[in-house]
């Protein structure tokens, strides 16, 4: 973690292609502070690949990337570009509606942010646990390398 001013940032470290869903495979952001799964995303293949090439594109000793994002069917498949920390004080934290650990002492998750994921606390309880799960069986945690791409899914989802 690194302070600015009264603010501290918290890195991400993103873990893409972690799940095989079928047609997309599920990549997870791993919060520094919580310890724990805190931004999920799905990529399909295409999606991976262009994350890919994207990231060889980034300027090394500005850390900066310029793109059109016309070009993207599926913004949300940028998420490991663009959430790359969080920021925090003692007092807030600004994203602290959107995380999905649940068991970080700053969450303040809302449901109605949540509804992609889960329509009731019960099934945000279930995604949480199976985050876990997922953290526990990879033994995810932060690297210096923010964003690593499985190059096949180490988890198959398997329906019950």
Same mark, same amino acid.
């Given at each position: 973690?690194?302070?600015?001013?009264?603010?501290?940032?918290?890195?991400?470290?993103?873990?893409?292609?972690?799940?095989?869903?079928?047609?997309?495979?599920?990549?997870?952001?791993?919060?520094?502070?919580?310890?724990?799964?805190?931004?999920?995303?799905?990529?399909?293949? *295409?999606?991976? +690949?262009? #994350? @890919?090439? =994207?990231?060889?594109?980034?300027?090394?000793? !500005?850390?900066? %990337?310029?793109?059109?994002?016309?070009?993207?069917?599926?913004?949300?498949?940028?998420?490991?570009?663009?959430?790359?920390?969080?920021?925090?004080?003692?007092?807030?934290?600004?994203?602290?509606?959107?995380?999905?650990?649940?068991?970080?002492?700053?969450?303040?998750?809302?449901?109605?942010?949540?509804?992609?994921?889960? *329509?009731?606390? +019960?099934? #945000? @309880?279930? =995604?949480?646990?199976?985050?876990?799960?997922? !953290?526990?069986? %990879?033994?995810?945690?932060?690297?210096?390398?923010?964003?690593?791409?499985?190059?096949?899914?180490?988890?198959?989802?398997?329906?019950?």
């Amino acid at each position: 973690m690194r302070k600015m001013g009264l603010n501290q940032h918290a890195s991400i470290t993103w873990y893409c292609n972690v799940v095989d869903l079928g047609d997309s495979s599920l990549s997870v952001g791993y919060c520094e502070r919580g310890h724990g799964i805190a931004f999920i995303t799905l990529h399909t293949k *295409k999606d991976l +690949e262009v #994350l @890919e090439s =994207l990231i060889k594109k980034i300027n090394p000793s !500005t850390k900066t %990337l310029i793109i059109d994002a016309d070009h993207f069917t599926n913004l949300e498949a940028l998420a490991p570009l663009i959430i790359t920390d969080v920021v925090f004080n003692e007092h807030k934290y600004k994203d602290a509606h959107w995380c999905l650990n649940l068991k970080c002492p700053l969450n303040k998750a809302e449901l109605k942010y949540l509804t992609k994921y889960a *329509k009731s606390p +019960e099934e #945000l @309880e279930k =995604l949480h646990n199976n985050l876990e799960k997922i !953290t526990n069986a %990879l033994n995810l945690e932060n690297k210096e390398e923010l964003i690593i791409i499985f190059p096949e899914p180490p988890i198959l989802l398997r329906m019950e």
